[in-house]
């Protein structure tokens, strides 16, 4: 670890997962895999670098201790501590949707 700096901890937020949220409509879980998977698809043409954004979709399918050891060790810089805003080292904005950190309370449940 080394003697980092003080600023260097601030930007080590604890992560963890959003709030409970809804979506605008109950889902279902198919619906919401597709969703994730047309954000993850979609998400490097906005700009960033696709190794980040590789870690960032790693950390969000992740349970939080792992999750939290992927954004540490790519250098992301966690804005919010649920991940929706981040920043990468040479300050690039990334900003994540909730839908693809954690389900909605409403989502439906399919047999």
Not at 14 to 41: C, G, N, Y
Not at 50 to 67: F, G, M, P, R, V
Request: net charge negative; proline share 5%; aromatic share 8%.
């Amino acid at each position: 670890m080394g003697c980092a700096g003080s600023k260097e901890n601030e930007a080590a937020k604890q992560i963890r997962k959003p709030k409970p949220w809804k979506h605008s409509e109950a889902i279902t879980r198919t619906q919401l895999v597709q969703m994730r998977d047309e954000f993850w698809d979609t998400a490097p043409h906005y700009g960033g670098r696709k190794e980040i954004w590789d870690a960032l979709q790693a950390a969000a399918e992740s349970d939080i201790s792992l999750a939290q050891a992927i954004v540490d060790s790519a250098g992301i810089i966690v804005q919010a501590a649920d991940l929706t805003i981040c920043y990468d080292e040479r300050g690039a904005k990334y900003e994540l949707p909730k839908y693809v950190l954690s389900e909605p309370t409403n989502l439906i449940r399919e047999n």
